[in-house]
């Protein structure tokens, strides 16, 4: 068993190691004096000679506490699972590592705030300067949603938005981690192979991923490679640690300073826009006073446009028309907050199903959340303002994909796939 233990411990690297053995989670040598340390699990070894090994482990039922509470201090986790029923296995039972978490990649809903994004970025050195001041390429990720950015930026910039985004992991070139570090802010950082920087390579995943023969389209061009590389380092990290197809990456954007208000990290401090001073909390920051937003996709929303203020003035003007319809029209805002609270987080959802990680209760929010767009569509029918009208035409039904999944779940929908019992009957003469 050691020997399964130590091929899984060699293939999910520096990350710490979650070994199911029945009801229980193992950890050994290193991994469990970490864990022993940090958390306070009893350390304990399996034999009491000299070269006893060292192990700390918890009940079964308490994956996403430990798990969480060892992200939230910047630590990878790899889950190594019973692949086979121990009753029927023949010999050692089979493992395999299921998944590998880490602060700037997690898509499971327990461990994520619902009201903020959860950014992995990344940060390469340009190759020339422009007008004397140093550039470097930035991107940046959530990984439960799929949005992508990238930016050229001066250094400045670069550590206003690095302490704007929150970002929560940050993946450096580790031939250029002592260089980038300063500029970190004390953030966790992750060393990465110099290749996965590589301009051809980073450029070729981003073709690939996003389904596109240039870059083109999305407003990138050559100012823009570093920037490129460091997206392409951050798609190559995902990629190894996620099962899933990432199929719901399928946009990335480009950010230029020119036309967003910038706001020095300060300025961005000490006007508390997303966090007080006091407490580093979002209670009582411009963004918690401003927050009545029904849904997590809503408050996400509103905390970008309070990153990124606008500068594009008709852009700002067509939001404000919306807004003063809705300020004039009380019945219509307090029915469409009727109709937007039986909403799920539709974002995270389909990020789970996109990366494997997708319950049948979850697919289930998805049907649920697509049987309100009727009305919700029906309401924003016959505005005036131009943004409302956009999101109207742009709204989409999905009917057939509502309707397949009315079709194949039971209701109500189990929350685990290993519970059973959650296709209709009828659906599939196989199942």
């Not at 940050?170 to 966790?188: F, G, H, K, S, V």
């Not at 966090?275 to 996709?297: A, Y």
Request: aromatic fraction near 6%.
């Amino acid at each position: 068993m050691m020997q399964q233990y130590a091929r899984a411990k060699q293939e999910c690297g520096d990350a710490l190691l979650l070994f199911r053995m029945g009801d229980f989670y193992e950890l050994f040598y290193e991994d469990a004096e970490t864990v022993s340390k940090v958390l306070g699990l009893t350390l304990t070894s399996r034999d009491k000679s000299e070269n006893a090994v060292a192990m700390a482990g918890f009940p079964y039922h308490q994956l996403d506490s430990y798990m969480g509470k060892l992200i939230k201090l910047g630590y990878r986790v790899a889950v190594c699972e019973q692949v086979e029923d121990p009753k029927t296995a023949k010999g050692l039972v089979k493992r395999e590592i299921s998944q590998i978490v880490s602060p700037g990649t997690i898509t499971d809903a327990n461990l994520l705030e619902p009201n903020e994004c959860n950014y992995l970025a990344a940060i390469t050195p340009c190759s020339s300067n422009h007008d004397g001041k140093k550039l470097f390429g930035l991107a940046w990720i959530d990984l439960s949603t799929g949005r992508f950015v990238l930016a050229t930026v001066e250094q400045p910039k670069l550590v206003d938005l690095l302490s704007q985004l929150n970002v929560k992991e940050l993946l450096l070139d580790e031939a250029e981690r002592n260089n980038l570090e300063p500029l970190c802010d004390q953030r966790i950082i992750t060393s990465r192979p110099s290749w996965s920087f590589g301009q051809k390579h980073a450029t070729d995943l981003l073709l690939s991923q996003l389904k596109v023969a240039t870059l083109e389209g999305f407003g990138i061009d050559e100012q823009d490679n570093a920037a490129v590389r460091a997206a392409g380092a951050i798609l190559q990290y995902v990629k190894e640690i996620q099962n899933g197809t990432l199929s719901h990456i399928d946009d990335i954007g480009i950010y230029r300073s020119s036309a967003f208000v910038e706001i020095d990290q300060a300025s961005w401090r000490n006007l508390e826009i997303s966090r007080t001073i006091r407490t580093g909390e979002q209670s009582g920051s411009l963004f918690d006073v401003m927050n009545r937003c029904v849904t997590p996709m809503g408050s996400r929303e509103l905390g970008m446009w309070l990153t990124m203020p606008m500068r594009d003035l008709a852009s700002i003007r067509e939001r404000q028309d919306a807004v003063a319809e809705f300020v004039s029209n009380t019945n219509l805002r307090h029915e469409i907050r009727i109709q937007l609270k039986p909403v799920f987080d539709l974002q995270r959802l389909v990020g789970r199903v996109t990366t494997g990680r997708c319950a049948p209760r979850e697919l289930s929010c998805i049907a649920r959340t697509l049987a309100t767009l009727p009305s919700l569509k029906a309401k924003l029918a016959g505005r005036n303002s131009r943004l409302l009208q956009k999101l109207d035409a742009e709204l989409d039904l999905c009917v057939d994909l509502r309707s397949e999944l009315e079709r194949a779940l039971v209701d109500p929908c189990p929350v685990q796939l290993k519970s059973g019992g959650f296709i209709r009957n009828g659906f599939n003469s196989d199942l």
